[in-house]
T-cell receptor, first 113, second 115 residues
Framework: DQQVKQNSPSLSVQEGRISILNCDYT??????FLWYKKYPAEGPTFLIS?????DKNEDGRFTVFLNKSAKHLSLHIVPSQPGDSAVYFC????????????FGGGTRLMVKP | EPEVTQTPSHQVTQMGQEVILRCVPI?????FYWYRQILGQKVEFLVS????????KSEIFDDQFSVERPDGSNFTLKIRSTKLEDSAMYFC?????????????FGSGTRLTVV
């Protein structure tokens, strides 16, 4: 069941440049999308979310874009910092499914100094 | 910053044994969850709990699993008779609101190894 997919298992970016992490979904009932960041031996940490009624949400260096027609969202980190190196998960929820999250498989971001 | 605390961090158990994974959610949160991540796989929803009852559960959460909030602060996941395939990282999470846009706060997880 691949309702949420992150097709790039890893991404390497130079410090100061933009990191773009992508996520695709198939379930048109999803109406909230979230990004989580995870360091080894820690739980996922909430980063940013977006409602399906919006196409962009920004919080400091992090911006999430949603393209509903393409069922695609992306997380932009700019400028990227070495401390951003982690695994990033996108997740989605549907109102009629409570706030259960369906996660993608994650993308490991490595930001090189 | 408030955090969700999980104990133990690592549990090794023999197949067929019962295990209880413990969590202390953030004190004013009302919704509680268990997720798991089998090595190399996705984080998967197990169960959500609100007002002292299960509100949603996944197909994974079968009769061998149960959850309890025994004393108003702890939130436990019990696996009655563990199987090798139960080996995974188990994450507890809590949230103040059912609102979907609000991220949960996750604990650091319990690594369960069934041998």
């Amino acid at each position: 069941d691949q309702q949420v997919k992150q097709n790039s298992p890893s991404l390497s970016v130079q410090e100061g440049r933009i990191s773009i992490l992508n996520c695709d979904y198939t379930n048109s009932m999803f109406d909230y999308f979230l990004w989580y960041k995870k360091y080894p031996a820690e739980g996922p940490t909430f980063l940013i979310s977006i409602s399906s009624i919006k196409d962009k949400n920004e919080d400091g260096r992090f911006t999430v874009f949603l393209n509903k027609s393409a069922k695609h969202l992306s997380l932009h980190i700019v400028p990227s910092q070495p401390g951003d190196s982690a695994v990033y998960f996108c997740a989605a929820s549907a109102y009629n499914a409570g706030n259960m999250l369906t996660f993608g498989g994650g993308t490991r971001l490595m930001v090189k100094p | 910053e408030p955090e969700v605390t999980q104990t133990p961090s690592h549990q090794v158990t023999q197949m067929g044994q019962e295990v209880i994974l413990r969590c202390v959610p953030i004190s004013n949160h009302l919704y509680f969850y268990w997720y798991r991540q089998i090595l190399g796989q996705k984080v998967e929803f197990l169960v959500s709990f609100y007002n002292n009852e299960i509100s949603e559960k996944s197909e994974i959460f079968d009769d061998q699993f149960s959850v309890e909030r025994p004393d108003g602060s702890n939130f436990t996941l019990k696996i009655r008779s563990t199987k090798l395939e139960d080996s995974a990282m188990y994450f507890c999470a809590s949230s103040l609101d059912r609102g979907q846009g609000y991220g949960y706060t996750f604990g650091s997880g319990t690594r369960l190894t069934v041998v």
